[in-house]
């Protein structure tokens, strides 16, 4: 719990000065005020979370979590729980989607085993900080216990430290386990207050009868365990899962070290929910890559207060919208920082001006 | 005329065995099927454009066109005329926005001169092809002969046809001309039949009173000159700008070879409408990077049957969202071409499978 509490400490809010001093970079800049939309905006954030006014993204990771579930005992989708194993295999190999978008991004993968129910091999690119071989099933009782919740989160905010040293100016959050869009929506129903119906989608592909099945299922988990939304912590124990912990404590642990986070999808906006519900300034660390076209991730996002960068209709997780959206990032910073001024280039401003 | 006419006839619809074949690899990745949405998609019609099952996306080219209008005369802005000269000067020396954009996206930047009002001083980065010293002021007459505007259309083609040998997959369009979001109203209410008040918008930004003022001069220039949207070579005599021209002819030329053409915004947009009415089978090769702020481009990109990649809120022009939306593109290539199938990865497959 130490450095649970240490991190939270060390999260502050944006540097106003340094995205005053963008601001008047970007006005300054050839082209017409505001033209450049969401990029502008977005630069602006990023020198307020870097504390510099010409924020940089050169050193960029994309953190993939994975764990496996004991809800999927309740058959709550199509896949079997063994490519939660055989898809980290497909990272460290990197054939995955995440390897392609992360090599394009210039970012590198960093993947974790939080909770795989397997035995994985020793890789040496493999980071092996398993809590335990899968949650227990979220029907009958808790995911983990508070403790396990707190080693999950801990065991994120140290990746993030201990990744500062090799240079990071932005990570990107990405998931992999079968079954993990269940507890990302009982997560998501507790944190906005919504019903289970209207924050369960379809995950991989299921039809309208598992859909139904899966709402009954995750409604279950709400009345057997009673989360409380006031109680993050113990939502996360209750309801979630190691590699939405892991990532809740990846989005905390950017913060602390003034580093931006673009979240992915609905796994990672669960994440998010329970990073914000934990230390609140986390939210504006916070930058959403896209919204995904699982039914529940509109309603997070809404509540968050975020604004996805993309609409793609996609929905694979593991970091594959994080890194469009760290590109987009990157995109932004760099117009702040590579643009020729009006003064520099010679050109005339508007008239009035 | 004659390369126009051999242009037209080289273009073909889309290879379907191509687009079979990538369908089916698509289905055959490491990701539950479809999960990758439009990136899915339009990886498809890469396919189907560049006749090959796993299309490629390493030579990339933005380019630039910069030209004048006649129709500034009316006060349509707020710019100076003289600012298309010096950007075409930032452009050069790698400071505007599109050049930090497409160093991102790995593009190379291809600045021509197709009809700026002021003589350029030569410069090897800088391809001299003026029709004209900008177009006549369309709410008075005409803006170019008939004659300019074939010319202003082969010289689009004829660059993407030199541009081949230097190795060409995909190309952006971008454009620089101070007052020619007005022709380009213009066009798009000849092209789309609807009222200019409602495809006109605030450029680089004006007042309410500005606004309905270039409305005015918008259906003034359409009073006088009586374009017809069944012929497109009289619309852009008529109504258009040397770079739409240029622009329109870009986009024939890569249907043509083969090119997959992503369009930046209105002006863009404009340049599409001509070269789709021109060769209706052209628009299957246009990918539409994103959905600009200028009030129109909703409006011609539901004309065009487009849906566009972002909505970043950007009206700057240059290719800028070009060069985001090749970086999309380019995402797309890869995960087709670079992402492992459950076999070559063995991962299970969706039960039912």
Avoid at 14 to 38: C, H, I, V, Y
Avoid at 169 to 197: W, Y
Avoid at 232 to 245: M, N, Q, S, W
């Amino acid at each position: 719990m130490g450095l649970l509490k240490q991190t939270f400490d060390r999260i502050k809010p944006l540097d106003s000065t340094a995205m005053a001093q963008a601001k008047e970079r970007q006005d300054r800049l050839t082209k017409p005020q505001g033209s450049l939309g969401r990029l502008e905006e977005l630069s602006i954030r990023l020198a307020g979370i870097q504390g510099k006014s010409i924020p940089e993204i050169k050193h960029k990771a994309i953190i993939v979590m994975a764990g496996d579930h004991g809800v999927v005992a309740e058959k709550v989708g199509n896949w079997p729980q063994e490519v939660t194993a055989q898809m980290v295999g497909n990272f460290l190999a990197g054939g995955a989607g995440i390897n392609v978008l992360a090599r394009q991004a210039g970012a590198r993968v960093i993947v974790v085993d939080m909770g795989v129910a397997a035995k994985l091999e020793p890789n040496p690119k493999l980071l092996a900080r398993k809590v335990a071989p899968g949650t227990g099933n979220i029907a009958l009782g808790p995911a983990m216990t508070e403790e396990q919740a707190i080693q999950a989160l801990e065991t994120g905010i140290k990746l993030v430290n201990d990744e500062m040293k090799n240079g990071l100016d932005i990570v990107g959050t990405g998931d992999m386990g079968i079954g993990n869009t269940t507890p990302s929506s009982a997560i998501c129903a507790v944190m906005t207050g919504r019903p289970a119906a209207q924050v369960t989608g379809r995950g991989t592909g299921i039809t309208d009868e598992q859909l139904a099945h899966k709402i009954a299922v995750i409604q279950r988990a709400l009345d057997v365990n009673r989360p409380d939304s006031k109680q993050p912590l113990g939502v996360l124990a209750k309801v979630g899962g190691f590699e939405i912990g892991g990532l809740a404590g990846v989005i905390l642990g950017a913060a602390a070290n003034h580093v931006a986070v673009v979240i992915d999808g609905f796994i990672s906006g669960a994440a998010a929910l329970i990073a914000v519900g934990l230390e609140p300034t986390v939210r504006e660390y916070l930058i959403s890559a896209h919204v995904s076209a699982e039914s529940g991730h509109r309603v997070l996002l809404q509540h968050l207060e975020l604004k996805p960068l993309l609409d793609l209709e996609m929905r694979l997780g593991e970091g594959t919208g994080a890194a469009l959206g760290m590109i987009l990032s990157e995109a932004a910073a760099r117009i702040l920082g590579e643009m020729a001024t009006f003064g520099e280039a010679g050109v005339s401003e508007e008239s009035g001006k």
